[in-house]
């Protein structure tokens, strides 16, 4: 029994999974598999945290300012083999043709550049208000990257897309240019991808905003968990962000976990090894929607406060 847990606690979690168990949920626990029902991983602790409470998060008191535009399109990716969706928005009275300061918004696992972000446009996004104030003029893209996780793997390579694709395709439109700043920021895959990004390409950003990363501890873990987020061992020990952290050094870093997802334990290992200062937000919450939602504010406020490198 954890330390500071009482009895009545401890039987009323009990009581919660018999009632789990009553609605049909199953576990099918494999190699490693004890290891990821104990991180909530696999969907037994999780579907307890929210039967008890866990999971609450205060809604935040989100305010928008004059909202700008968000356009659309679609282009061929060599690196990912297929067509796809791409979604920008500007800030109000600054039209496509102004440089602004890019954040590029990794959505997560299976959705696209519409729903990126949790019940917000990208124009949204940054018109944000902080404190009464506005955010510094900026655009914020989304993409689509698939559910690889935004690393390489046969035949689709998210990674490169974003790196060598998307970056260009927005600074042919001014954004992103020097002296304005590049930033990722991404919630659950997108994320870790936003990490494993900045990691993989040192110079390429001044910022990164991840809320809730998917963060495994081993390909193992991983593998069990969702055996298309990585195309092998090897491709696991490239992207682990945790061993990888000191290629964030010079990157402006936030990171925000709840206390109860499944992912946090990753999450706290990577802290304590990222590069100094960095900004590590650890409080109640889980791996859900509204703790994505509470967390979208303070993250692109962070990365409009972000310098050039």
């Known amino acids: 029994m954890s330390e500071g847990v009482d009895e009545a606690t401890v039987s009323r979690r009990r009581l919660l999974g018999w009632v789990a168990g009553g609605l049909g949920a199953v576990v099918v626990v494999g190699v490693?598999?004890?290891?990821?029902?104990?991180?909530?991983?696999?969907?037994?602790?999780?579907?307890?945290?929210?039967?008890?409470?866990?999971?609450?998060?205060?809604?935040?008191?989100?305010?928008?300012?004059?909202?700008?535009?968000?356009?659309?399109?679609?282009?061929?990716?060599?690196?990912?083999?297929?067509?796809?969706?791409?979604?920008?928005?500007?800030?109000?009275?600054?039209?496509?043709?102004?440089?602004?300061?890019?954040?590029?918004m990794l959505h997560g696992y299976g959705a696209n550049h519409r729903n990126a972000l949790v019940n917000m446009t990208p124009a949204q996004a940054v018109a944000i208000r902080t404190n009464g104030k506005a955010p510094t003029p900026m655009a914020l893209v989304t993409v689509d990257g698939g559910n690889g996780y935004w690393n390489p793997h046969p035949k689709d390579d998210p990674m490169a897309m974003v790196v060598e694709e998307l970056i260009p395709l927005c600074q042919r439109r001014g954004l992103g240019r020097a002296p304005g700043t590049i930033s990722l920021m991404g919630i659950s895959m997108g994320g870790y991808?936003?990490?494993?990004?900045?990691?993989?390409?040192?110079?390429?950003?001044?910022?990164?905003?991840?809320?809730?990363?998917?963060?495994?501890?081993?390909?193992?873990?991983?593998?069990?968990?969702?055996?298309?987020?990585?195309?092998s061992a090897t491709a696991f020990e490239e992207g682990d962000v945790i061993a990888h952290a000191t290629n964030l050094k010079g990157v402006a870093v936030r990171i925000a976990s709840g206390a109860d997802d499944p992912f946090h334990p990753g999450v706290a290992k990577l802290a304590k090894v990222l590069p100094q200062p960095s900004t590590v937000v650890f409080s109640s919450g889980c791996h859900t929607d509204p703790f994505f939602y509470a967390q979208e504010p303070p993250s692109v406020h962070f990365l409009s406060t972000v310098k050039a490198v």
């Open 32 to 104: 490693g598999g004890v290891e990821l029902v104990d991180h909530g991983v696999l969907p037994g602790k999780l579907l307890l945290d929210e039967l008890d409470g866990a999971c609450s998060v205060k809604a935040p008191n989100v305010v928008f300012g004059e909202l700008g535009t968000t356009t659309s399109g679609q282009f061929f990716s060599k690196a990912r083999h297929r067509p796809v969706g791409y979604s920008i928005g500007y800030p109000v009275g600054n039209p496509p043709s102004d440089a602004l300061s890019l954040i590029i």
């Open 193 to 231: 991808g936003a990490l494993a990004i900045a990691e993989r390409n040192p110079g390429l950003v001044s910022g990164v905003a991840a809320i809730s990363p998917a963060i495994w501890t081993s390909y193992e873990q991983a593998r069990g968990a969702n055996a298309g987020a990585f195309a």
